[in-house]
Nanobody, 125 residues
Framework: EVQLVESGGGLVQAGGSLRLSCAVS????????IGWFRQAPGKGREAVSC????????YYADSAKGRFTISRDNDKNTVFLQMKNLKPEDTAVYYCAASKSGTTWRTNSWEYDYWGQGTQVTVSS
């Protein structure tokens, strides 16, 4: 059974940092692309950052560039999203997702097959 479990969300003041973790199981870690998405109230789900778990190639949304860092630990089957200088507009539920279509990262939510339950990130001003 494929499972993705996010953790690390919470309430933080603007300018603060959080580190999200996505622990995956049920599939070979290096065979899937992993993405972090977020969804704010009343908005669609958007890709924040994605990673090719085989070669480490990454994607960042413009809103994440320079502030967020995605990384992986293949030994622990875990993908991380380090978020710094958080802003109120980063407030959302953050999801990690896995795409079985290959390791190349993808930015459309419909290209991902498995999703975690989400973790809430709230940034106060």
């Amino acid at each position: 059974e494929v499972q993705l479990v996010e953790s690390g969300g919470g309430l933080v003041q603007a300018g603060g940092s959080l580190r999200l973790s996505c622990a995956v199981s049920g599939f070979t870690f290096g065979d899937y692309a992993i993405g972090w998405f977020r969804q704010a109230p009343g908005k669609g789900r958007e890709a924040v950052s994605c990673i090719n778990t085989k070669d480490g190639d990454t994607y960042y949304a413009d809103s994440a560039k320079g502030r967020f860092t995605i990384s992986r630990d293949n030994d622990k089957n875990t993908v991380f999203l380090q978020m710094k200088n958080l802003k109120p507009e980063d407030t959302a539920v953050y999801y990690c997702a896995a795409s079985k279509s290959g390791t190349t990262w993808r930015t459309n939510s419909w290209e991902y097959d498995y999703w975690g339950q989400g973790t809430q990130v709230t940034v106060s001003s």
